[in-house]
């Protein structure tokens, strides 16, 4: 089992930026892909980015292309998403998630356990 547990959300003005951080328990995630994932209200989930286990492959949404970036730290189990340039159609639960069925980075059917998720809310 895996446990994801997410960090940093909050309430910004457009143009200003948040990190968010992923941590994991019960289980390295250090041979896993990671995910970052987000939910609008009255929106489907997509994928936001993804990285591989080693971090060198690293996929993102058009939407958020430039504007994000994430990073894994193996060593402490923990998977980022620093974005910048925030705009209110950024606004969404954002969930950490972890595939540990494959090593497929940005097919969002593998990924088998998440996050509960963080709120993040920008204004205009």
């Known amino acids: 089992q895996v446990q994801l547990v997410e960090s940093g959300g909050g309430l910004v003005q457009a143009g200003d930026s948040l990190r968010l951080s992923c941590a994991a328990s019960g289980r390295t995630i250090s041979s896993y892909p990671m995910a970052w994932f987000r939910q609008a209200p009255g929106k489907e989930r997509e994928i936001v980015a993804a990285?591989?286990?080693?971090?060198?492959?690293?996929y993102y949404a058009s939407s958020v292309k430039g504007r994000f970036t994430i990073s894994r730290d193996n060593a402490k189990n923990t998977v980022d998403l620093q974005m910048n340039s925030l705009k209110p159609e950024d606004t969404a639960v954002y969930c950490c998630a972890a595939n540990t069925i494959n090593l497929e980075v940005a097919r969002t059917t593998f990924y088998n356990y998440w996050g509960q998720g963080t709120q993040v809310t920008v204004s205009s």
């Open positions: 990285i591989s286990w080693s971090g060198g492959v690293t």
